[in-house]
């Protein structure tokens, strides 16, 4: 076909649609685009500006950012720029923030299910086993029944990132026996309070940029906050010298992003996927950041810093689960913690009973080829 024939038959094609067919020629040479205004939400961390935890709600917003190309923007706040790290939740129901990065346990003062969601009671399962009682086990239905019919809050919330088991945490000697806790003025939040005063600590519960600052003024003499990385930023090796690792405080955890559900509602469907399957890439994302960070600082913190850094005895967690077995029994008193408690036994049971019989034994593996850890 010659080059005249064709652009014969071009004009003969346009000629045909006529005034239409010019609309139809541009729409398949140029797909419609939303050329919508952008949609720019004010969101607030709980986190101060040195936490890893706010450059992990930096992460989750970069991702939504990138992936809205340009049509929605989140706006990210450090803990504290609008409202306190703790009263995000309220902020975001009366629609003063439009949206914030925070964890459950912040809220449990409202309804102590609330720390079910990534820091109640320790059941068997890890955080990723955890996060899939929330994904496929019916954690998440619970969750939107407790924020939304329980509490009537106006609030839409997603979960991402299985944190690691949290450490007992700093003190100025070493935890030998459950009683070494008796008297302690101790930072801790959510249920994790209720189980430390069980054992005769007097809890102070404290977001994490005011910890040390009340180490320092003698308000609190030991705390846990998350995490190694998260710790030495904020200087624990300063005022502590002695870090116990493991316990069953706060087993597990999440993330919680929340949105002000009428603000959610009027977005566009692939806006709300944007933001939902959002939380779930920095999940993972968050994740592998923490295993390279957390190991890097605990590194730091034994050589550099000089912590002697200790594993929690096991007579500890043996204690620990039995005062457990007794906040189960009061929290079992309310229906709906009932029904939350009794849908992750039911996980549980099945998941870790699984995973039991089927992981390697990956210490065995670890010491063939660094040595047998002493430590532990």
Not at 19 to 42: C, D, E, H, M, N
Not at 180 to 202: E, H, I, P, S
Request: glycine letters at 8%; one cysteine or more.
């Amino acid at each position: 076909m010659t080059v005249k024939t064709k652009a014969k038959g071009r004009r003969k094609f346009l000629k045909a649609l006529g005034a239409g067919g010019v609309v139809a020629a541009s729409t398949l040479a140029f797909p419609q685009i939303s050329r919508a205004q952008t949609v720019t939400l004010k969101m607030q961390g709980s986190w101060g500006a040195k936490d890893v935890f706010n450059e992990m709600a930096e992460d989750y917003v970069k991702r939504v950012n990138d992936m809205a190309g340009g049509r929605l923007k989140i706006d990210y706040l450090l803990g504290g720029a609008v409202v306190h790290p703790f009263s995000v939740q309220d902020a975001v129901h009366q629609g003063v923030l439009d949206a914030a990065h925070t964890v459950p346990v912040y809220w449990y003062g409202k309804h102590k299910g609330a720390s079910l969601f990534g820091s109640g009671p320790v059941f068997g399962y890890n955080a990723n086993q955890c996060l899939g009682w929330i994904h496929n086990g019916g954690g998440y239905d619970l969750y939107v029944e407790l924020v939304q019919q329980i509490l009537k809050l106006n609030i839409v919330g997603f979960f991402a990132m299985p944190m690691p088991c949290q450490p007992l945490g700093w003190f100025k000697k070493e935890i030998k026996s459950a009683a070494d806790l008796k008297g302690l003025k101790y930072r801790t939040v959510g249920l994790a309070a209720d189980l430390m005063q069980a054992f005769g600590a007097a809890v102070a519960q404290l977001p994490g940029g005011e910890i040390i600052p009340a180490m320092e003024r003698g308000v609190i003499d030991a705390f846990e906050f998350n995490n190694p990385t998260s710790d030495r930023r904020f200087g624990a090796q300063d005022v502590s010298k002695i870090y116990m690792m493991g316990s069953y405080h706060q087993a597990m955890e999440f993330f919680e992003i929340m949105f002000n559900k009428t603000k959610f509602d009027a977005l566009p469907a692939e806006h709300k996927a944007i933001l939902r399957h959002g939380a779930e890439a920095v999940s993972s994302a968050n994740e592998w950041k923490a295993w390279d960070y957390y190991s890097k600082d605990l590194a730091e913190l034994q050589e550099k810093d000089k912590v002697k850094v200790i594993r929690t005895p096991k007579s500890v967690f043996e204690e620990q689960i039995k005062v457990w077995d007794k906040l189960i029994v009061e929290l079992a008193k309310d229906p709906f913690n009932k029904k939350v408690m009794d849908s992750q036994k039911a996980w549980a049971k099945r998941v870790v009973y699984y995973d039991l019989h089927n992981q390697a034994d990956l210490r065995v593996a670890y010491e063939h080829h660094f040595g047998k850890i002493t430590t532990l």
